[in-house]
C-alpha cells in the first residue's frame, strides 16, 4: 500500500493565522519531504527529514516550519504567510533516505494541501 | 548540473487516440533515474515508473508504455487507446547520481509538465 494521506484538503488563512498541514505515511518510509507547487509549475522541495531530522531546507522562508514528530508523520506549521505563498502543498516519502537526506529511492505523494492565503 | 525538457506543452486528443508524451534528459553521470508521475486535477501526483540508467529496456503496463533510448537521451511515454481517465498533467523526473551532480544529488529534477486532455 503506497499510501500518504495529507489533512486538511483545503485551508484558507489569513495572513496573521497560524495553521498547520499534517502528513502521515505507515509505508514505514524513513525520508519525507515538503514541496510547493504553484499553478502550472512542476514542484519545488522545500524541505527533507531523513531518519525524523531535518536534512535540506531549501532556504525556505521561517514563517514555515517543518516538524517531524515520529516515523509516520510530518507536519508543517505556517505562520504570518503571504498572499504569495497560496499554493498546492504536497508531502511524499521515500524508502531509504541515504546518507544525504535523498537518494533514488521512488517518492510517493500525498493528495497535497491547497492553500489559499487572503 | 541536470535538466528536463518536456517540449509539450498541451496535448488534446479525442478518446481512443494513441498519445505520446514527450521527456528528453540532460546529465553528465553515468547512474541516474527517470521517473514518470500523473497529476490528475485533483492534485495528488501518482508514480507512474521508475527506470534506471543501465536499463534501457522499454517496458509496457496494460495501456501505458515508454520508451527509454539512452543515444537520444530520451524518456518517452505513450498511451494506447486514451481514455478521458488520462486527462492529467505528466511530469518526467530525473535523478542522478555521481561526481557531477554535487550537492544536488538525488534531488528530483521535473520536467514543466505536459497537460494531456482526451476528449469524449
Known amino acids: 500500500d503506497t499510501e500518504v494521506t495529507q489533512t486538511p484538503k483545503h485551508l484558507v488563512m489569513g495572513m496573521t493565522n497560524k495553521k498547520s498541514l499534517k502528513c502521515e505515511q505507515h509505508?514505514?518510509?524513513?525520508?519525507m519531504y515538503w514541496y510547493k507547487q504553484k499553478a502550472k509549475k512542476p514542484p519545488e522541495l522545500m524541505f527533507v527529514?531523513?531518519?525524523?531530522?531535518?536534512?535540506i531546507n531549501e532556504s525556505v522562508p521561517s514563517r514555515f516550519s517543518p516538524e517531524c514528530p515520529n516515523s509516520s508523520l510530518l507536519n508543517l506549521h505556517l505562520h504570518a504567510l503571504q498572499p504569495e505563498d497560496s499554493a498546492l502543498y504536497l508531502c511524499?516519502?521515500?524508502?531509504?533516505?541515504?546518507?544525504?537526506?535523498?537518494?533514488?529511492?521512488?517518492?510517493?505523494f500525498g493528495p497535497g494541501t491547497r492553500l489559499t492565503v487572503l | 548540473a541536470q535538466k528536463v525538457t518536456q517540449a509539450q506543452t498541451e496535448i488534446s486528443v479525442v478518446e481512443k487516440e494513441d498519445v505520446t508524451l514527450d521527456c528528453v534528459y540532460e546529465?553528465?553521470?553515468?547512474?541516474?533515474?527517470l521517473f514518470w508521475y500523473k497529476q490528475p486535477p485533483s492534485g495528488e501526483l501518482v508514480f507512474l515508473i521508475r527506470?534506471?540508467?543501465?536499463?534501457?529496456q522499454n517496458e509496457i503496463s496494460g495501456r501505458y508504455s515508454w520508451n527509454f533510448q539512452k543515444s537520444t537521451s530520451s524518456f518517452n511515454f505513450t498511451i494506447t487507446a486514451s481514455q478521458v481517465v488520462d486527462s492529467a498533467v505528466y511530469f518526467c523526473?530525473?535523478?542522478?547520481?555521481?561526481?557531477?551532480?554535487?550537492?544536488?544529488?538525488?534531488?528530483?529534477?521535473f520536467g514543466k509538465g505536459t497537460k494531456l486532455s482526451v476528449i469524449p
Open positions: 511524499a516519502s521515500s524508502q531509504d533516505p541515504g546518507t544525504s537526506g535523498l537518494s533514488e529511492d521512488t517518492q510517493y
Open positions: 509505508m514505514g518510509h524513513r525520508a
Open positions: 527529514y531523513s531518519y525524523e531530522k531535518l536534512s
Open positions: 546529465t553528465r553521470d553515468t547512474t541516474y533515474y
Open positions: 527506470r534506471n540508467s543501465f536499463d534501457e
Open positions: 523526473a530525473l535523478t542522478t547520481i555521481g561526481a557531477y551532480s554535487g550537492a544536488g544529488s538525488y534531488q528530483l529534477t
